[in-house]
């Protein structure tokens, strides 16, 4: 078995973790795989293979949620199923914690362990009287939000071809389930089981008396229009793709044809493990 790495250095000092899991791979009998780019510094005794994630059967994640997130969008590694050590604050999308690892890679090499898959969203965005141009898949989510004036932008939403709104605020948020635990939850939208396969929009800061969430089915097509006539705004897809947007710009999202595949090693425990990374996540701001 052939498995990839992922880790991420200013969560993992000295590749320490790392090292010690690329030793558990080769113990076991497994290659571990570095693509040439990633983790360039890092030297061990272990024989670690220098090649394409593409050539890989699994990845492991070293990191936080950020971690994951880069990982999700790698090219060489789409469509291979991924699990992760949490070493960030909160770790929604990793399973497993440094101790265990041995259990990890037992679990990997005897394919004790199920795939999960996670639903993607598609966005496309369209200058005024342009032509619309891809955008990165979003795992956790894509948002239109004002800039760092600190004034409301207004927004227009449309879901499947009907204008629901004028949103008057700082932005709106499209989330899959997954993402309902990432920046939706902050503003107070609801949390979803990451396995339901909905498409979920939320407000920031709203000016307006109505501030609800919206939980469609996961064929609507969900299309923002910034209307403001003067005031910045940014697209962001799961924190990374970065794009101004102007008056007149639209963003349309729906799900994605394909979907991440991620590695379930024990049994689900979603809603279980949820307040205390919750609290995690309100104490490490």
Not at 69 to 98: D, M, Q, R, Y
Not at 201 to 206: A, E, F, L
Not at 207 to 216: E, I
């Amino acid at each position: 078995m052939r498995i990839a790495l992922y880790p991420n250095r200013d969560r993992d000092h000295g590749y320490e973790i790392t090292k010690r899991l690329a030793q558990r791979i080769t113990e076991y009998g497994a290659q571990a795989v570095l693509e040439n780019d990633v983790a360039p510094d890092l030297s061990c005794k272990v024989p670690i293979e220098r090649a394409s994630y593409s050539t890989c059967d699994v990845m492991i994640v070293l990191g936080g949620d950020g971690t994951f997130l880069s990982a999700a969008h790698l090219v060489s590694a789409l469509h291979i199923p991924k699990t992760g050590i949490n070493l960030g604050s909160v770790g929604f999308l990793l399973e497993a914690e440094p101790g265990q690892i041995d259990e990890v890679v037992k679990k990997l090499v005897t394919g004790d362990y199920h795939i999960e898959t996670r639903s993607l969203l598609a966005s496309y965005y369209e200058r005024l009287n342009g032509t619309p141009h891809d955008v990165e898949y979003a795992l956790n989510d894509v948002v239109l939000a004002r800039g760092n004036i600190a004034k409301t932008i207004t927004i227009e939403l449309s879901i499947d071809g009907e204008t629901v709104d004028h949103i008057p605020g700082d932005g709106v948020i499209i989330a899959t389930s997954t993402g309902s635990t990432a920046y939706s939850l902050s503003v107070g939208g609801p949390i979803l089981d990451p396995s339901l396969e909905v498409i979920l929009v939320s407000t920031i800061c709203p000016h307006t008396l109505h501030d609800r969430s919206f939980v469609l089915k996961s064929d609507a097509e969900i299309r923002l229009a910034l209307i403001s006539k003067e005031d910045e705004a940014f697209l962001t897809v799961d924190g990374r793709a970065f794009y101004a947007v102007e008056q007149g710009d639209s963003i349309t999202v729906r799900t994605a044809p394909h979907k991440l595949p991620m590695i379930k090693l024990w049994e689900d425990a979603f809603f279980k493990s949820l307040p205390d990374k919750i609290q995690k996540r309100g104490v490490s701001r």
